[in-house]
Protein backbone atom coordinates (compact mmCIF):
# COMPACT_ATOMS: atom_id res chain seq x y z
CA UNK A 1 0.00 0.00 0.00
CA UNK A 2 1.24 3.29 -0.85
CA UNK A 3 0.78 6.67 0.24
CA UNK A 4 1.96 8.46 -3.44
CA UNK A 5 2.14 11.92 -2.04
CA UNK A 6 0.07 14.57 0.20
CA UNK A 7 -3.67 13.55 -0.12
CA UNK A 8 -7.25 12.40 1.37
CA UNK A 9 -7.92 8.35 1.78
CA UNK A 10 -8.67 8.34 -1.81
CA UNK A 11 -5.11 8.89 -2.86
CA UNK A 12 -3.80 5.23 -1.54
CA UNK A 13 -2.75 3.37 -3.83
CA UNK A 14 -2.60 -0.55 -4.01
CA UNK A 15 0.76 -1.55 -6.30
CA UNK A 16 2.33 -4.93 -6.68
CA UNK A 17 5.51 -5.49 -6.50
CA UNK A 18 8.47 -8.29 -6.38
CA UNK A 19 8.67 -10.06 -3.35
CA UNK A 20 11.30 -8.21 -1.34
CA UNK A 21 14.89 -10.60 -0.17
CA UNK A 22 16.01 -11.12 3.32
CA UNK A 23 19.45 -9.70 3.24
CA UNK A 24 22.13 -10.79 5.88
CA UNK A 25 20.91 -9.93 9.41
CA UNK A 26 18.01 -9.72 8.20
CA UNK A 27 14.10 -11.78 8.05
CA UNK A 28 11.52 -11.69 5.58
CA UNK A 29 7.75 -11.79 7.14
CA UNK A 30 4.89 -12.39 6.05
CA UNK A 31 2.12 -9.75 7.49
CA UNK A 32 -1.13 -11.04 9.13
CA UNK A 33 -2.15 -7.78 10.99
CA UNK A 34 -0.57 -4.18 10.28
CA UNK A 35 -2.10 -1.48 13.04
CA UNK A 36 -3.55 1.80 12.17
CA UNK A 37 -2.04 4.82 14.29
CA UNK A 38 -3.69 8.21 13.74
CA UNK A 39 0.04 8.97 12.71
CA UNK A 40 -0.38 7.40 9.75
CA UNK A 41 -3.81 9.71 8.77
CA UNK A 42 -1.40 12.91 9.65
CA UNK A 43 1.35 11.62 7.49
CA UNK A 44 -1.24 11.13 4.39
CA UNK A 45 -1.90 14.88 5.11
CA UNK A 46 1.90 15.91 5.11
CA UNK A 47 1.49 16.82 8.57
CA UNK A 48 3.44 14.81 10.21
CA UNK A 49 7.09 15.91 9.53
CA UNK A 50 9.02 13.04 10.16
CA UNK A 51 8.20 10.10 7.41
CA UNK A 52 10.42 9.43 4.44
CA UNK A 53 9.58 10.97 1.06
CA UNK A 54 6.63 9.88 -0.92
CA UNK A 55 5.74 7.56 -2.38
CA UNK A 56 6.29 5.47 0.62
CA UNK A 57 4.57 3.01 2.50
CA UNK A 58 3.22 3.51 6.41
CA UNK A 59 2.33 0.93 8.56
CA UNK A 60 4.72 1.03 12.35
CA UNK A 61 3.66 -2.31 13.28
CA UNK A 62 2.76 -5.48 12.20
CA UNK A 63 2.57 -9.31 13.28
CA UNK A 64 2.96 -12.31 10.87
CA UNK A 65 4.90 -15.06 9.98
CA UNK A 66 8.72 -15.41 9.57
CA UNK A 67 9.09 -16.61 5.71
CA UNK A 68 12.79 -16.97 5.31
CA UNK A 69 16.12 -15.64 7.43
CA UNK A 70 18.66 -13.78 5.80
CA UNK A 71 22.63 -14.96 5.92
CA UNK A 72 23.47 -14.63 10.25
CA UNK A 73 20.32 -14.25 11.69
CA UNK A 74 20.29 -16.31 15.03
CA UNK A 75 16.98 -17.82 17.40
CA UNK A 76 14.56 -17.25 14.34
CA UNK A 77 13.16 -19.71 11.75
CA UNK A 78 10.79 -19.88 8.99
CA UNK A 79 7.53 -20.42 10.25
CA UNK A 80 7.97 -18.29 13.44
CA UNK A 81 5.10 -15.89 14.79
CA UNK A 82 6.68 -12.97 15.10
CA UNK A 83 6.06 -8.97 16.06
CA UNK A 84 7.41 -6.91 13.51
CA UNK A 85 8.66 -3.24 14.26
CA UNK A 86 8.54 -1.69 10.74
CA UNK A 87 9.37 1.32 11.32
CA UNK A 88 7.60 2.64 7.74
CA UNK A 89 6.10 0.03 5.30
CA UNK A 90 4.14 -2.36 8.11
CA UNK A 91 1.05 -1.58 5.46
CA UNK A 92 2.31 -5.02 3.06
CA UNK A 93 2.02 -8.17 2.26
CA UNK A 94 5.63 -8.74 3.37
CA UNK A 95 7.97 -6.99 4.74
CA UNK A 96 11.83 -7.20 4.97
CA UNK A 97 13.63 -6.15 8.34
CA UNK A 98 16.51 -6.72 10.34
CA UNK A 99 15.89 -9.73 12.68
CA UNK A 100 17.00 -7.44 15.69
CA UNK A 101 13.51 -5.49 14.99
CA UNK A 102 10.98 -8.60 15.38
CA UNK A 103 9.98 -9.98 18.73
CA UNK A 104 8.64 -14.19 19.07
CA UNK A 105 5.49 -14.28 20.04
CA UNK A 106 3.98 -16.50 22.50
CA UNK A 107 1.65 -19.14 21.29
CA UNK A 108 -1.18 -17.60 23.40
CA UNK A 109 -0.81 -14.48 22.04
CA UNK A 110 -2.80 -13.43 18.91
CA UNK A 111 -1.41 -11.56 15.52
CA UNK A 112 -4.63 -8.71 16.40
CA UNK A 113 -3.06 -8.81 19.94
CA UNK A 114 0.33 -8.46 19.14
CA UNK A 115 -0.43 -5.83 16.07
CA UNK A 116 -2.30 -3.76 18.61
CA UNK A 117 0.54 -3.19 21.23
CA UNK A 118 3.83 -1.66 20.35
CA UNK A 119 2.68 1.80 19.08
CA UNK A 120 -0.64 2.51 21.90
CA UNK A 121 0.42 0.23 24.65
CA UNK A 122 4.50 1.40 24.02
CA UNK A 123 3.78 5.11 24.24
CA UNK A 124 1.51 5.26 27.20
CA UNK A 125 4.17 2.74 28.85
CA UNK A 126 6.78 5.42 27.95
CA UNK A 127 5.03 8.29 29.69
CA UNK A 128 3.46 6.98 32.30
CA UNK A 129 5.62 4.35 33.88
CA UNK A 130 8.84 5.69 32.42
CA UNK A 131 9.34 8.99 32.73
CA UNK A 132 6.48 9.61 35.16
CA UNK A 133 7.03 6.76 37.56
CA UNK A 134 3.02 6.05 37.92
CA UNK A 135 2.31 4.96 41.07
CA UNK A 136 -0.76 3.51 42.94
CA UNK A 137 -2.92 6.12 44.79
CA UNK A 138 -2.08 8.73 41.79
CA UNK A 139 -4.69 10.65 39.35
CA UNK A 140 -4.48 10.44 35.82
CA UNK A 141 -6.00 12.90 33.13
CA UNK A 142 -6.39 11.40 29.47
CA UNK A 143 -7.60 12.88 26.31
CA UNK A 144 -9.33 10.48 23.10
CA UNK A 145 -10.08 7.85 25.65
CA UNK A 146 -11.61 5.55 23.81
CA UNK A 147 -8.96 5.32 21.20
CA UNK A 148 -5.83 3.53 20.83
CA UNK A 149 -3.50 4.71 23.32
CA UNK A 150 -6.95 5.88 25.31
CA UNK A 151 -7.67 2.52 26.50
CA UNK A 152 -4.17 1.41 26.84
CA UNK A 153 -3.43 4.52 29.21
CA UNK A 154 -7.16 3.20 31.31
CA UNK A 155 -5.34 -0.50 31.42
CA UNK A 156 -1.98 0.28 32.57
CA UNK A 157 -3.08 2.97 35.17
CA UNK A 158 -5.42 0.08 36.32
CA UNK A 159 -3.04 -3.02 36.62
CA UNK A 160 -1.10 0.19 38.57
CA UNK A 161 -3.66 1.04 40.52
CA UNK A 162 -4.23 4.56 40.31
CA UNK A 163 -6.93 5.99 42.05
CA UNK A 164 -8.62 7.93 38.90
CA UNK A 165 -8.85 8.10 35.77
CA UNK A 166 -10.72 11.12 33.65
CA UNK A 167 -10.76 10.48 30.07
CA UNK A 168 -12.28 13.34 27.76
CA UNK A 169 -14.01 11.93 24.09
CA UNK A 170 -16.71 12.70 22.48
CA UNK A 171 -20.60 12.66 23.53
CA UNK A 172 -21.08 8.26 21.71
CA UNK A 173 -18.66 7.10 23.67
CA UNK A 174 -19.36 7.85 27.31
CA UNK A 175 -20.79 4.20 27.97
CA UNK A 176 -17.44 2.92 26.68
CA UNK A 177 -14.84 5.40 28.57
CA UNK A 178 -16.93 4.05 31.69
CA UNK A 179 -16.65 0.60 31.16
CA UNK A 180 -12.94 1.16 30.94
CA UNK A 181 -13.17 2.05 34.77
CA UNK A 182 -12.39 6.00 33.76
CA UNK A 183 -14.51 8.99 34.72
CA UNK A 184 -15.87 10.58 31.87
CA UNK A 185 -15.51 14.05 30.29
CA UNK A 186 -17.77 15.27 27.08
CA UNK A 187 -14.93 17.23 25.40
CA UNK A 188 -17.93 19.51 23.97
CA UNK A 189 -19.75 20.01 26.85
CA UNK A 190 -17.96 20.20 30.01
CA UNK A 191 -14.46 21.57 31.14
CA UNK A 192 -12.10 18.94 31.98
CA UNK A 193 -9.97 21.19 33.78
CA UNK A 194 -13.08 21.64 36.28
CA UNK A 195 -13.47 17.83 36.68
CA UNK A 196 -10.23 17.43 37.35
CA UNK A 197 -9.85 20.05 40.04
CA UNK A 198 -13.43 18.85 41.30
CA UNK A 199 -12.49 15.68 41.72
CA UNK A 200 -9.26 16.20 43.69
CA UNK A 201 -9.83 18.36 46.22
CA UNK A 202 -9.09 21.19 43.84
CA UNK A 203 -5.34 19.61 43.67
CA UNK A 204 -5.39 19.03 39.99
CA UNK A 205 -4.32 15.37 38.70
CA UNK A 206 -0.80 14.00 38.92
CA UNK A 207 -0.14 13.06 35.17
CA UNK A 208 -2.24 14.85 31.97
CA UNK A 209 -1.24 12.98 28.73
CA UNK A 210 -2.08 15.16 25.55
CA UNK A 211 -2.16 14.73 21.97
CA UNK A 212 -4.22 17.29 20.86
CA UNK A 213 -1.53 20.42 20.70
CA UNK A 214 -2.49 23.89 20.50
CA UNK A 215 -4.26 25.82 22.86
CA UNK A 216 -5.33 22.62 24.28
CA UNK A 217 -1.74 21.78 25.65
CA UNK A 218 -2.14 24.63 28.52
CA UNK A 219 -5.68 23.64 29.22
CA UNK A 220 -4.15 19.97 30.09
CA UNK A 221 -1.59 21.54 32.46
CA UNK A 222 -3.56 23.66 34.82
CA UNK A 223 -5.35 20.05 35.30
CA UNK A 224 -2.19 19.41 36.70
CA UNK A 225 -1.20 19.93 40.73
CA UNK A 226 1.57 21.22 42.04
CA UNK A 227 4.41 18.44 41.19
CA UNK A 228 2.43 17.17 38.59
CA UNK A 229 3.50 15.87 34.74
CA UNK A 230 1.78 16.84 31.67
CA UNK A 231 2.95 14.99 28.27
CA UNK A 232 2.87 16.28 24.78
CA UNK A 233 2.58 13.81 22.27
CA UNK A 234 0.47 14.55 19.56
CA UNK A 235 -1.33 17.22 17.23
CA UNK A 236 -4.48 16.06 16.67
CA UNK A 237 -5.95 19.27 16.25
CA UNK A 238 -4.45 19.88 13.09
CA UNK A 239 -6.47 17.46 11.53
CA UNK A 240 -9.47 18.29 10.07
CA UNK A 241 -11.54 15.49 8.08
CA UNK A 242 -9.65 13.58 6.03
CA UNK A 243 -7.89 16.35 3.59
CA UNK A 244 -5.34 18.50 4.56
CA UNK A 245 -6.68 21.90 6.07
CA UNK A 246 -3.60 24.16 6.09
CA UNK A 247 -5.50 26.32 8.01
CA UNK A 248 -6.48 24.47 10.55
CA UNK A 249 -2.75 23.03 11.14
CA UNK A 250 -1.38 26.42 11.16
CA UNK A 251 -4.09 27.37 13.91
CA UNK A 252 -2.97 24.33 16.18
CA UNK A 253 1.16 25.56 15.58
CA UNK A 254 0.08 29.09 16.30
CA UNK A 255 -1.69 28.13 19.53
CA UNK A 256 0.74 26.12 20.99
CA UNK A 257 2.20 27.50 24.23
CA UNK A 258 5.88 28.35 25.09
CA UNK A 259 6.55 27.51 28.85
CA UNK A 260 8.13 29.40 31.17
CA UNK A 261 10.82 27.20 33.21
CA UNK A 262 10.78 29.76 36.14
CA UNK A 263 7.22 29.57 35.93
CA UNK A 264 6.86 25.60 36.51
CA UNK A 265 9.82 25.77 38.78
CA UNK A 266 7.54 27.64 41.25
CA UNK A 267 4.89 24.81 40.64
CA UNK A 268 7.60 21.72 40.58
CA UNK A 269 5.43 20.94 37.53
CA UNK A 270 6.81 19.40 34.00
CA UNK A 271 6.34 19.35 30.83
CA UNK A 272 7.89 16.22 28.79
CA UNK A 273 7.49 15.91 24.72
CA UNK A 274 7.39 12.45 23.51
CA UNK A 275 7.66 11.02 19.88
CA UNK A 276 8.31 7.32 20.17
CA UNK A 277 9.75 6.91 16.73
CA UNK A 278 12.48 9.62 17.20
CA UNK A 279 13.93 7.51 20.48
CA UNK A 280 17.69 7.65 20.55
CA UNK A 281 17.93 4.61 22.18
CA UNK A 282 16.58 1.53 20.90
CA UNK A 283 16.28 -0.60 23.70
CA UNK A 284 14.36 1.74 26.02
CA UNK A 285 11.39 0.77 23.67
CA UNK A 286 12.22 -2.91 23.75
CA UNK A 287 12.62 -2.75 27.48
CA UNK A 288 8.73 -1.76 27.66
CA UNK A 289 7.73 -4.41 24.92
CA UNK A 290 9.08 -7.13 27.30
CA UNK A 291 7.32 -5.19 30.32
CA UNK A 292 3.99 -5.42 28.42
CA UNK A 293 4.24 -8.93 27.04
CA UNK A 294 4.66 -9.99 30.74
CA UNK A 295 1.55 -8.03 31.51
CA UNK A 296 -0.23 -9.39 28.48
CA UNK A 297 0.57 -12.74 29.71
CA UNK A 298 -0.54 -11.99 33.32
CA UNK A 299 -3.87 -10.67 32.45
CA UNK A 300 -3.18 -6.94 33.43
CA UNK A 301 -3.59 -6.19 29.81
CA UNK A 302 -5.12 -7.10 27.29
CA UNK A 303 -5.84 -4.75 23.68
CA UNK A 304 -9.21 -3.75 22.62
CA UNK A 305 -9.92 -4.37 18.98
CA UNK A 306 -12.23 -1.91 17.37
CA UNK A 307 -12.49 -3.28 13.86
CA UNK A 308 -10.36 -5.42 11.04
CA UNK A 309 -10.45 -4.74 7.87
CA UNK A 310 -9.31 -6.34 4.90
CA UNK A 311 -6.45 -4.28 3.27
CA UNK A 312 -8.22 -3.71 0.39
CA UNK A 313 -10.69 -1.37 2.52
CA UNK A 314 -7.58 0.61 3.98
CA UNK A 315 -9.97 4.34 3.11
CA UNK A 316 -12.67 2.93 4.77
CA UNK A 317 -10.84 1.75 7.80
CA UNK A 318 -8.93 5.23 7.85
CA UNK A 319 -12.42 7.07 7.83
CA UNK A 320 -13.64 5.15 10.19
CA UNK A 321 -10.71 7.25 12.53
CA UNK A 322 -11.14 10.20 10.43
CA UNK A 323 -14.84 9.91 11.75
CA UNK A 324 -14.12 9.56 15.65
CA UNK A 325 -15.92 6.11 15.34
CA UNK A 326 -13.61 3.62 16.71
CA UNK A 327 -13.06 2.57 20.29
CA UNK A 328 -9.60 1.10 20.83
CA UNK A 329 -7.52 -0.06 17.72
CA UNK A 330 -8.25 -0.49 14.00
CA UNK A 331 -6.28 -2.89 11.99
CA UNK A 332 -5.27 -4.51 8.77
CA UNK A 333 -6.27 -7.92 7.38
CA UNK A 334 -2.99 -9.17 5.11
CA UNK A 335 -3.38 -12.54 5.87
CA UNK A 336 -3.02 -15.21 2.99
CA UNK A 337 -6.54 -16.12 1.86
N1 LIG B 1 4.19 10.97 19.96
C1 LIG B 1 4.04 9.69 19.81
O1 LIG B 1 5.01 8.93 19.82
C2 LIG B 1 2.65 9.12 19.65
C3 LIG B 1 2.46 7.74 19.65
C4 LIG B 1 1.15 7.25 19.54
C5 LIG B 1 0.08 8.13 19.41
N2 LIG B 1 0.31 9.47 19.39
C6 LIG B 1 -0.81 10.41 19.28
O2 LIG B 1 -1.82 10.02 20.19
C7 LIG B 1 -3.10 10.28 19.66
C8 LIG B 1 -3.92 9.02 19.68
O3 LIG B 1 -3.37 8.11 18.75
P1 LIG B 1 -4.11 6.74 18.37
O4 LIG B 1 -3.34 6.17 17.23
O5 LIG B 1 -4.36 5.97 19.59
O6 LIG B 1 -5.47 7.26 17.77
P2 LIG B 1 -6.94 7.21 18.34
O7 LIG B 1 -7.01 7.82 19.68
O8 LIG B 1 -7.50 5.87 18.18
O9 LIG B 1 -7.54 8.25 17.31
C9 LIG B 1 -8.81 8.40 16.96
C10 LIG B 1 -9.64 9.21 17.97
O10 LIG B 1 -9.05 10.50 18.21
C11 LIG B 1 -10.07 11.43 18.50
N3 LIG B 1 -9.82 12.65 17.73
C12 LIG B 1 -9.43 13.85 18.24
N4 LIG B 1 -9.22 14.74 17.28
C13 LIG B 1 -9.50 14.14 16.12
C14 LIG B 1 -9.47 14.55 14.76
N5 LIG B 1 -9.08 15.78 14.43
N6 LIG B 1 -9.82 13.67 13.80
C15 LIG B 1 -10.20 12.42 14.12
N7 LIG B 1 -10.22 11.95 15.41
C16 LIG B 1 -9.88 12.80 16.39
C17 LIG B 1 -11.39 10.75 18.13
O11 LIG B 1 -12.03 10.39 19.33
P3 LIG B 1 -12.84 11.44 20.25
O12 LIG B 1 -13.10 12.67 19.46
O13 LIG B 1 -14.07 10.72 20.64
O14 LIG B 1 -11.91 11.63 21.40
C18 LIG B 1 -10.98 9.50 17.38
O15 LIG B 1 -11.88 8.43 17.56
C19 LIG B 1 -2.86 10.88 18.27
O16 LIG B 1 -2.87 12.29 18.36
C20 LIG B 1 -1.48 10.39 17.92
O17 LIG B 1 -0.82 11.18 16.97
C21 LIG B 1 1.57 9.97 19.51
Redesign the pocket.
Given at each position: MVYPGVGGVDSIRIVEESDPVAGPGQVRVRVHRAG???????MRQGLYGSNPDYPFTPGYEAAGKIMDVGEGVEGLSPGDRVLAMTGFGGYSEQVVLDGSRVIPLPDSMSFDQAAAIP??Y??AY?MLVHLGNLSGGETVLV??????????VAQICKAYGTSLIVG???A??REFVESLGMRFVD?EAEDFVEVCKSMTGGKGVHHAID???GSHVMRSYKALRRGGKLYV?????????DKRSRLTALRMWLSTPSFDPLKMMSSNKAVFG?????LDDESVFSGHLEDLSGMLLRGDIDPVI?SVWRFEQVAEAQMH??????????LLDFSPQ
Open positions: INFADLMVTGTHHHAAGGVGTATASPKRPVGFGASSAVKGVHMGLDIHDRKNRGKV
